[in-house]
């Protein structure tokens, strides 16, 4: 009964290469986010959905695409993927300001 | 935009001690401050937030105080534990956009 999950946990692929990342939350919640978490443990965040649409776009590069089926549900792809991408990639949801985040995503990208 | 800052970077206290991490933020707008706990390879884990509309809040052996007019909030750990140890970080936002600190090392030596 896991609040926040993400799948892969772990992701290793090369450069060039295009991958998704999958979120689901069973929390009943309305927004979801996507975060960056870079070698040096920075949290940054690059997006949020609300009920399906896109209310936070931070900048980020175009090969990074979020879709959102359901509120439910927050996947991430990445197109072209660069050596720069590998980071530890965390999904979030929240209600209304506490933020609640899954147990991220290694991309490692050789 | 919101920028925050988080000292320090890494403290070590023995077990029993108490330990303190400081936060500034820049946009007086933001009016959400809340702190995660991270421990490895897992995600931020939401341990205590506050609003600005209080000026502390305490949750056992977790406090946090918040000076609005200084645009400053602080993280209390009293009678640390070894499970204690862990990156702490704390944010600052209002709505769904939260601004992350760089994050601390805590190491609580038994």
């Known amino acids: 009964d896991t609040a926040v999950s993400q799948t892969p946990k772990y992701l290793v692929t090369q450069m060039g290469n295009d991958k998704s990342i999958k979120c689901e939350q069973n929390?009943?919640?309305?927004?979801m986010y996507w975060y960056k978490q870079d070698s040096k443990k920075f949290l940054k965040i690059m997006f949020s959905?609300?009920?399906?649409?896109?209310?936070i776009n931070e900048t980020v590069p175009n090969r990074f695409s979020p879709k959102s089926p359901d509120k439910a549900h927050l996947n991430l792809h990445i197109n072209s993927l660069e050596l720069g991408d590998s980071a530890v990639y965390f999904c979030?949801?929240?209600?209304?300001?506490?933020?609640?985040f899954g147990p991220g995503t290694r991309l490692t990208v050789t | 935009g919101e920028n925050v800052e988080q000292h320090p970077s890494t403290l070590s206290v023995q077990e029993g001690d108490s330990a303190v991490i400081k936060c500034t933020y820049s946009?007086?707008?933001?009016?959400?401050f809340p702190w995660y706990k991270q421990e490895l390879g897992k995600g931020p884990q939401l341990i205590i937030d506050?609003?600005?509309?209080?000026g502390e809040k305490k949750d056992q052996r977790i406090a946090v105080t918040l000076n609005k007019t200084a645009k400053h909030f602080s993280l209390h750990i009293t009678e640390t534990q070894p499970e204690d140890s862990a990156v702490y970080f704390c944010?600052?936002?209002?709505?769904?956009?939260?601004?992350f600190g760089a994050g601390t090392i805590l190491r609580v030596k038994s």
């Open positions: 506050i609003r600005s509309n209080v």
């Open positions: 929390l009943g919640h309305d927004t």
């Open positions: 946009d007086s707008a933001s009016n959400y």
């Open positions: 944010a600052a936002g209002y709505g769904n956009k939260l601004v």
């Open positions: 959905y609300n009920n399906k649409e896109l209310i």
């Open positions: 979030a949801s929240s209600l209304l300001y506490e933020q609640y």
